[in-house]
């Protein structure tokens, strides 16, 4: 057994993947637009990520945009049949490295298409949908037209399963009632605990929940708090919020991201550290 499947595996609908998953997204350049600094170093932490053992990679074709499905085709391609490839549609970038709204049926089948080319995939293990209402936050509106295009390219054998991002709790609901939905990737961590409720609700319904940002956005208070219990546990910060992740909830799933090798090594050695039950107690009180 690796180091990266002592945090378990979770079945994401027929696919296996490990809870401790990679995130490409720091692969590209600044603000997620243009080429890395260092596309050796880049190429090299995703060849890192999966000799560790890591069967699920998180991307997008709008990450660059198409530098990281590029970057993931030339260092992994062909790609083991162990590996899940997540990516995400609904948005397309501006020349100005803007984020724009792109979920008309004709730009979310493009979008599955380039993800397709650029990842040299027949089909796509699994496709979120990033909901941009709001950018920032999840917005309530509503998602049939979109989502039920998506599911049209299921039935074609483009896309394996579906999943949605930036979603709020009635978007989770509509989705399911138009799809089976495998994921749901929000922003969640120790400091924003808002989805609390809708983690336990699909962690009864065996569905995966995806946190991003998983140290982002802490107050000194907050960020004090973290780091006395890292230095009691000989920890880093980033390696105790994402050890109290994995123990939060089963279906918790973590793609952290990095560009250097020696830090997804940090990262993955998060999966061997329990924290005891009265640190758990002082860290649940962070995000209340």
């Known amino acids: 057994?690796?180091?990266?499947?002592?945090?378990?595996?979770?079945?994401?609908?027929?696919?296996?993947?490990?809870?401790?998953?990679?995130?490409?997204?720091?692969?590209?350049?600044p603000h997620v637009f243009?080429?890395?600094?260092?596309?050796?170093?880049?190429?090299?932490?995703?060849?890192?990520?999966?000799?560790?053992?890591?069967?699920?990679?998180?991307?997008s074709d709008f990450y660059g945009p198409h530098v990281t499905n590029q970057l993931i085709r030339e260092?992994?391609?062909?790609?083991?049949?162990?590996?899940?490839?997540?990516?995400?549609?609904?948005?397309?970038?501006?020349?100005?490295?803007?984020?724009?709204?792109?979920?008309?049926?004709a730009e979310l089948e493009s979008a599955v298409h380039d993800n397709l080319r650029n990842l040299d995939l027949d089909v796509l293990d699994v496709v979120n949908f990033r909901v941009m209402f709001?950018?920032?936050?999840?917005?309530?509106?509503?998602?049939?037209?979109?989502?039920?295009?998506?599911?049209?390219?299921?039935?074609?054998?483009?896309?394996?399963?579906i999943g949605l991002s930036n979603v709020t709790e009635r978007q989770v609901a509509q989705g399911r009632t138009i799809t089976d939905i495998v994921c749901v990737q929000n922003?969640?961590?120790?400091?924003?605990?808002?989805?609390d409720e809708l983690i336990n609700r699909l962690a009864k319904e065996g569905i995966a929940y995806v946190p991003f940002f998983p140290l982002g956005g802490f107050s000194p208070l907050q960020a004090?708090?973290?780091?006395?219990?890292?230095?009691?546990?000989?920890?880093?910060?980033?390696?105790?919020a994402l050890?109290?992740?994995?123990?939060?909830?089963?279906?918790?799933?973590?793609?952290?991201?990095?560009s250097s090798v020696a830090h997804?090594?940090?990262n993955i050695k998060s999966v061997n550290l329990q924290l005891p039950a009265d640190f758990l107690s002082s860290l649940d009180n962070i995000g209340i």
């Open 34 to 59: 243009g080429p890395p600094k260092d596309r050796a170093a880049a190429l090299a932490v995703l060849r890192a990520a999966v000799e560790s053992g890591i069967t699920h990679i998180d991307t």
């Open 224 to 240: 004090d708090a973290l780091s006395y219990v890292a230095e009691q546990c000989e920890a880093t910060p980033m390696q105790v």
């Open 75 to 105: 260092a992994l391609h062909p790609y083991s049949d162990a590996l899940t490839i997540v990516t995400k549609v609904g948005a397309h970038r501006g020349s100005d490295a803007s984020w724009n709204v792109a979920a008309s049926a």
């Open 134 to 161: 709001n950018a920032a936050a999840p917005t309530e509106g509503d998602i049939e037209e979109p989502l039920t295009a998506l599911a049209e390219l299921q039935t074609k054998g483009l896309i394996r399963h």
């Open 264 to 266: 997804l090594q940090q």
């Open 187 to 195: 922003m969640y961590n120790l400091a924003h605990r808002h989805d």
């Open 1 to 29: 057994m690796t180091e990266v499947t002592q945090a378990g595996i979770f079945q994401l609908g027929d696919l296996s993947v490990t809870r401790m998953g990679y995130g490409a997204m720091q692969l590209a350049g």
């Open 243 to 258: 050890a109290w992740l994995l123990q939060r909830a089963p279906n918790i799933l973590l793609i952290p991201g990095t």
